[in-house]
């Protein structure tokens, strides 16, 4: 029988094979930059704990991924979670998430940028700049405006470079272990006087979407599914196979760094725990080639997550989200390197806006909760997957149905109550972000037969 249903037109190029597609989500995973910029908050909040925070993030993660997983082989559509959230939950939501990736995003890409100075500064003091930030994001604009192809081999050399440091890191800790694995359960922060005291376990669920936030992106592949071969067989073992290497390679760095301290008092104490251990265990040398290849990570996720956004506003502008001008401009693929380049420039100039203009600390606010809310419509598209027809049916099923998405429900509500009980801004920003996508709908999209008809995905296998 011909399937005669109406479906997105291929104007990407598919040739990424699941290698390739792996090499760039890990990529924007950027473990070591993680490692270096993220979990210093778990060290600073919980000591120890913070190797706790991070395996129950990973295995919270791991529900998340099967939900991702299914999703993706189901609708694999460059523009990721809004176009399940459109079909499983409503177009109105699906367009607010829309516009939550969006932000997400973009705030990502500014957040992790403005690290890079900082790491540059230990060969040359005047790098560590907002404008050294604003040169990476020009260059690596440039470069994610390439073939996706060339994309993922740029990405996988420089991720080789992140792997080498996060090694480093493990060998410096198991050479100079100075506790046992106990301290990875025993949640700690300084106290008066400089002295560790135990803190509640709420604390530390407090912090557990610091934990998801180190590893968000695993469930990227998505984005590269219009140009991977047999994306509805293979996106969801990327998916999964993502996951793992991401957990492995930020938990292991987080434990050897935490045995292996000659402090824990004065690793918690650090404003920049990771070099304090590299330079007390490894010496300013060792500091200073470490702190090269964290820079070449972050740029590396810089690439790796604009490629993602590109494609994320290419496809809003293919769904007709915009004036029609607008759509056609953003929705354009070059036609020699097969990339959505305005787009991908569009992103750029967002990510050097919103790093000269908002404050550091107002980024991390921002994008505080607005994993948890990710996920959380991750988690209720899951719930409905199996009960809506369309898409490609035939692709990953996730293991004990329902129940990996009710766990992240039940996770993500519990998680929210401690964010609430802590600081409930970050929330109150990402559901803000929501209500904007909402209102946009409701006033340009809403009863408009020409916009978001939402087509089925273009699969290799029917072409």
Not at 105 to 134: E, F, K, M
Request: proline share 5%.
């Amino acid at each position: 029988m011909t399937d005669t249903s109406p479906r997105y037109a291929q104007d990407l190029e598919r040739s990424l094979g699941i290698r390739e597609n792996i090499l760039i989500t890990i990529s924007a995973v950027t473990p070591a930059s993680s490692v270096f910029i993220i979990v210093p908050a778990l060290i600073a909040g919980l000591a120890g704990g913070s190797v706790l925070a991070m395996l129950l993030g990973g295995v919270i993660a791991l529900f998340v991924g099967l939900c991702y997983a299914e999703l993706a082989s189901r609708y694999p559509i460059s523009g990721a979670e809004y176009p399940w959230a459109a079909r499983l939950l409503g177009k109105p939501i699906g367009f607010a998430t829309f516009v939550l990736a969006l932000v997400m995003g973009v705030l990502i890409i500014a957040v992790i940028t403005s690290g890079v100075g900082q790491y540059l500064a230990a060969v040359w003091a005047p790098l560590n700049s907002p404008w050294t930030g604003v040169v990476v994001v020009i260059i690596s604009t440039t470069i994610a405006s390439l073939a996706i192809k060339t994309n993922a081999w740029v990405t996988g050399i420089c991720l080789a470079l992140e792997v080498i440091a996060i090694i480093v890191l493990v060998v410096l800790g198991l050479t100079h272990v100075s506790r046992g694995a106990d301290a990875f359960f025993i949640p700690q922060a300084l106290g008066d006087g400089g002295v560790l005291q135990q803190v509640s376990f709420g604390a530390l669920f407090s912090l557990i979407p610091v934990a998801l936030f180190a590893y968000n992106g695993y469930g990227a592949s998505v984005f590269y599914s219009e140009e991977t071969k047999n994306a509805s067989k293979t996106i969801g073992k990327a998916i999964m196979f993502s996951l793992l290497v991401t957990v492995v390679l930020e938990v292991v760095p987080l434990m050897a760094v935490v045995v292996g301290s000659r402090s824990l008092e004065a690793l918690v104490g650090s404003p920049a725990p990771i070099n304090y251990f590299l330079i007390d265990r490894g010496g300013d040398v060792i500091n200073v080639l470490v702190s090269v290849a964290i820079a070449v990570a972050i740029f590396n996720a810089v690439i790796a997550i604009q490629i993602q956004i590109g494609r994320l506003i290419f496809a809003s502008a293919r769904d007709k989200s915009w004036p029609a001008a607008v759509d056609r401009v953003l929705g354009r693929v070059n036609p020699r390197t097969k990339t959505p380049v305005v787009a991908t420039v569009v992103v750029g100039v967002l990510v050097i806006i919103a790093a000269l203009v908002i404050p550091f600390p107002t980024l991390i606010l921002a994008t505080g909760s607005a994993v948890v809310i990710l996920y959380t419509i991750v988690a209720l598209s899951a719930l409905r997957v199996r009960a809506v027809k369309g898409g490609h049916e035939g692709g990953y099923r996730m293991w004990l149905w329902p129940v990996p998405p009710v766990i992240v429900l039940v996770v993500m509500a519990y998680v929210v109550y401690q964010t609430v009980v802590a600081d409930i801004t970050p929330l109150l920003i990402a559901l803000g972000t929501l209500v904007v996508g909402l209102i946009w709908y409701a006033a340009f999209i809403r009863g408009r037969k020409d916009r978001w008809t939402l087509p089925d995905p273009q699969l290799e296998e029917l072409d």
